[in-house]
Each structure stands twice: as structure tokens, then as C-alpha cells.
T-cell receptor, first 115, second 112 residues
Framework: AQSVTQLDSHVSVSEGTPVLLRCNYS??????LFWYVQHPNKGLQLLLK??????LVKGINGFEAEFKKSETSFHLTKPSAHMSDAAEYFC?????????????FGGGTRLMVKP | DGGITQSPKYLFRKEGQNVTLSCEQN?????MYWYRQDPGQGLRLIYY???????QKGDIAEGYSVSREKKESFPLTVTSAQKNPTAFYLC???????????FGPGTRLLVL
């Protein structure tokens, strides 16, 4: 079975400082990994995805994530936080299985950005 | 303007009542999904459909039902058997059997 663990339920940064949202996964084979963002009372928006190409993945709004197989990690980073980045972020792994293909979500990390 | 629409944005349910949440997509995607989100938690899969006239139970299907009569539409009914329906419900569709999913804006269901 595959699973995703987001190591921090809340992260608080000051505007203009770097962002690091941590994610570890477990998978029996090479996974597809994603980061989604959710603003309050909104649906989820895809930030970026890793599908076995380059290990450093660039996404929208200046975010990027690095796939590290040896550490089973897929941490999300951004060099400089903006107030509009305040939201909930989900790390997600894609499961391919006999029962169907589906996403497994981490518990989410709420990012707060202080002025 | 392509995308996924969900209606209503807010829905109130009385005790013992069935309610239906709408999900429509004009992206020509074969697969559609329903998720439930509770405060401070990730998403849990209720039902999914890979093709018209076929659907499968997800992790928390009890108390819910779906239909998939048209490619564009995947309505979710929350039945009276669902004892704790208060949550945020998200619909998604996928062009590639679920690997990349596009989400609607969600429906918040509240119990009166």
C-alpha cells in the first residue's frame, strides 16, 4: 500500500522568507507525486507533479519540489513567500492498482504568511 | 470556458432527508471522482467512475450513492443513512485514469 505523510500540520513564515513544506511517501514502486494547493472554501489546484522525469520539478507561482528516492521525500519549496501563498497544501501520491487508479492524500499543511 | 462546476455552493440537509450534489464537466474527461473533506484533514474518496454507466466504491461509500448516465455529469446523493454528512464535498475529473485530477470548487453540506 502507498501512503503520504506531511510532517507539519501548520507552517508560519514571514513575507519574503523561504517556504519549506515537507512530505514523505511510501511506495512499492516508482510513484507519481503531486502537490495541490487549496485556498479557503475553494477546490484544489495542481501546483506541480513528478512522473519519473527530472527530479527537480518546477510548478506554478514560483514553487518547486525535489524528488529524493533515497529519502522517500518530495518537499515543496519557494524562495520568497507572498501573502497570497497562504493556503492549505496537500502532497499526493498516485496509486496504480487492480482495484483502480486513485490518489492518496496527505493530511495537509496550512501555510500562514505574516506581513 | 472549460472546467468543472459544482452546485450548489452551500446545501442544508434536514434529518432523514436525501440531498443530491451536482458535478458537471465540459473537459471531455472519462473519469470522475467524489471526495469528502473534513476540517484539518486530507481528502477521502467516496465514489469514482472511469467510464459512463460504470462506477466503483471508494474508501467511504456507505451512506452515499452516485450515477453516471452521461459523460459530463456525476451527481452524488447523500442519503439519510449517512449519519455524519457535514463536510466539504469535492468533485474531480481526469483525462488519464486518475493520474492528474482537476477539481471543482466544492459544495459545503450542513445539517439543520
Amino acid at each position: 500500500a502507498q501512503s503520504v505523510t506531511q510532517l507539519d500540520s501548520h507552517v508560519s513564515v514571514s513575507e519574503g522568507t523561504p517556504v519549506l513544506l515537507r512530505c514523505n511517501y511510501s511506495s512499492s514502486y516508482s510513484p507519481s507525486l503531486f502537490w495541490y494547493v487549496q485556498h479557503p472554501n475553494k477546490g484544489l489546484q495542481l501546483l506541480l507533479k513528478y512522473t519519473s522525469a527530472a527530479t527537480l520539478v518546477k510548478g506554478i507561482n514560483g514553487f518547486e519540489a525535489e524528488f529524493k528516492k533515497s529519502e522517500t521525500s518530495f518537499h515543496l519549496t519557494k524562495p520568497s513567500a507572498h501573502m497570497s501563498d497562504a493556503a492549505e497544501y496537500f502532497c499526493v501520491v498516485f496509486n496504480r492498482g487492480n482495484a483502480g487508479n486513485m490518489l492518496t492524500f496527505g493530511g495537509g499543511t496550512r501555510l500562514m504568511v505574516k506581513p | 470556458d472549460g472546467g468543472i462546476t459544482q452546485s450548489p455552493k452551500y446545501l442544508f440537509r434536514k434529518e432523514g432527508q436525501n440531498v443530491t450534489l451536482s458535478c458537471e464537466q465540459n473537459l471531455n474527461h472519462d473519469a470522475m471522482y467524489w471526495y469528502r473533506q473534513d476540517p484539518g484533514q486530507g481528502l477521502r474518496l467516496i465514489y469514482y467512475s472511469q467510464i459512463v454507466n460504470d462506477f466503483q466504491k471508494g474508501d467511504i461509500a456507505e451512506g452515499y450513492s452516485v450515477s453516471r448516465e452521461k459523460k459530463e455529469s456525476f451527481p452524488l446523493t447523500v442519503t439519510s443513512a449517512q449519519k455524519n454528512p457535514t463536510a466539504f464535498y469535492l468533485c474531480a475529473s481526469s483525462p488519464n485514469r486518475g493520474e492528474t485530477q482537476y477539481f471543482g470548487p466544492g459544495t459545503r453540506l450542513l445539517v439543520l
